[in-house]
């Protein structure tokens, strides 16, 4: 994929980059270790102060950004300044939060004193050079959750972002320039794909970070495992949305749009197999397929619209042919199926795809087993709990999920027996900075966010002092 700007409601190249050369790359590793050594001694308290007015520059820079991610990606521009507001406020989570979250742990005294110890701690220090290969459908987002913990814990960073977001990319660089870090603790390596792997093997880079694709997280993993070196992968999801008789039937449904076509429905947390029990399933499904109906397919850059284009085309033929099979193997169409009509303006030549609801759907059908990354949501109807459960964890996905009731017992039996690293009851999955986010199964390993998140790249490093320091 060539490094550019390409607008997906227009399909219009905007902007090109050439990619970094050999020479080029190496400096940009060069000065992120060497900033290291020094940058890992700075106290939280000065680390905290540079997050806080990189917060402070990214709310000034909220409108202009928006517009840049909506042009580099095409997500409504509305959710793309929420994605910046999102990103100030975890900056200043962790801002607030790290050196708690990092403070030195102390065992038992009686297990101090039985180790043989005067006293006996555990320190948390920063890794090094931290390598981030990120996404392009939360360009912001994706990569604040890795840096901002990064930053906090002392280490130091380097952004392989998506081909087809570099302005983005770069915009990360320069706020974190401007906000007053040293110049090498975070720099945009504008390299393609194929020039990860010796990245990555550099020795003066320690560990690595992936959101993105199934195939990406295997082959960072792979180089990474020969290298042994830490990693943290967040691939890919098909996330259940359970809904049983005890639940708000109409105020489900009503979410359920929301969490299928967030992000124009590229989202890896994005409800995608909406499963139903057969007492409220007409109800559910009346309701849910009149809320995806209605939904305005258009400009992104426009505030009315609700669902802009895929970001690539080659996006929209892969979704075009997983709902292609699905109808040609039995399922029913309750609603879209297929690109709009009457879009004008430069638009007709842009990559959208209307909202759309499956039903019918079956084991043989390629859409019960791979992802949907666009608005297309498949609806099935369960007997009971134990069909729904089964049927929710029937997928190499593991990401999170969302069940819908009101019954105590129902939700402490999906807490314990569904396959993810979420369960979001009665609302729809949503990453905050408090909470850890990861998955399980082919949905990766690893947490961002919260301690957990913080503490991936860091030596959890035991220090034992022996009887004579009593």
């Known amino acids: ?33 060497t900033t290291f050594q020094q940058y890992r001694t700075t106290p939280f308290e000065q680390r905290a102060a540079w997050l806080n007015r990189a917060a402070d520059l990214l709310e000034a820079d909220r409108d202009t950004i928006a517009r840049t991610m909506t042009l580099e990606m095409g997500k409504p521009v509305t959710a793309a300044r929420a994605e910046a507001a999102k990103c100030a406020k975890a900056m200043r989570w962790y801002a607030a939060n790290a050196e708690r979250l990092l403070a030195d742990e102390h065992p038992e005294p009686a297990d101090v004193t039985d180790s043989g110890a005067s006293r006996a701690l555990v320190r948390y220090r920063p890794l090094g050079v931290v390598l981030a290969v990120m996404p392009w459908n939360f360009p912001l987002w994706q990569v604040v959750r890795f840096a901002a913990p990064a930053l906090m814990a002392g280490n130091t960073g380097l952004l392989k972002h998506a081909s087809n977001v570099p302005q983005t990319a770069l915009y990360l660089e320069d706020l974190f320039h401007r906000a007053g870090f040293p110049a090498g603790c975070f720099r945009a ?45 967040e691939l890919g999801g098909s996330d259940p949305y359970l809904v049983l008789p005890s639940a708000d039937v109409e105020k489900a449904a009503a979410t359920a749009v929301t969490a299928r076509v967030q992000n124009n429905g590229q989202s890896c947390i994005a409800a995608k197999r909406f499963i139903v029990h057969a007492d409220v399933y007409d109800t559910f499904a009346e309701h849910f397929t009149a809320g995806m109906r209605a939904l305005t397919v258009g400009d992104p850059l426009e505030e009315t619209t609700d669902i802009g284009p895929l970001s690539s085309e080659q996006g929209r ?48 059908m390629r859409i019960h087993r791979e992802e949907t990354f666009g608005p297309v949501a498949t609806l099935y109807r369960v007997a009971d709990l134990d069909e729904a459960v089964h049927l929710a964890n029937d997928t190499p996905f593991g990401l999170s999920s969302n069940v819908w009731t009101r019954d105590a017992g129902e939700q402490e039996r999906c807490a314990r027996d569904l396959e993810a690293g979420g369960v979001f009851f009665n609302g729809m999955t949503a990453s905050h900075p408090a909470l850890p986010f990861g998955g399980v199964k082919r949905s990766g390993y690893g947490r961002e966010l919260a301690g957990h998140g913080i503490r991936e790249f860091c030596n959890a490093t035991t220090l034992w002092y022996g009887p004579e320091n009593a």
């Open 1 to 33: 994929m060539p490094i550019a700007t390409v607008n997906p409601a227009t399909g219009e190249l905007i902007r090109s980059y050439d990619a970094l050369g050999e020479e080029e790359t190496e400096r940009r590793i060069t000065a992120a270790h």
């Open 189 to 233: 390596l504008l390299i393609g794909s194929g020039a990860v792997e010796a990245v990555l093997r550099d020795p003066r880079v320690a560990a690595a970070t992936l959101t993105g694709s199934e195939p990406a997280g295997r082959a960072v993993a792979a180089t990474a495992g020969d290298e042994i070196k830490k990693t943290v992968l």
């Open 317 to 364: 033929t892969d979704l075009e042919e997983l709902v292609d099979d699905a109808v040609e193997r039995g399922a029913t169409v309750l609603c879209g199926g297929g690109r709009p009509d009457q879009l004008d303006g430069g638009l007709e030549n842009g990559w959208f795809y209307t909202p759309t609801v499956l039903a019918g759907i079956t084991p043989a």
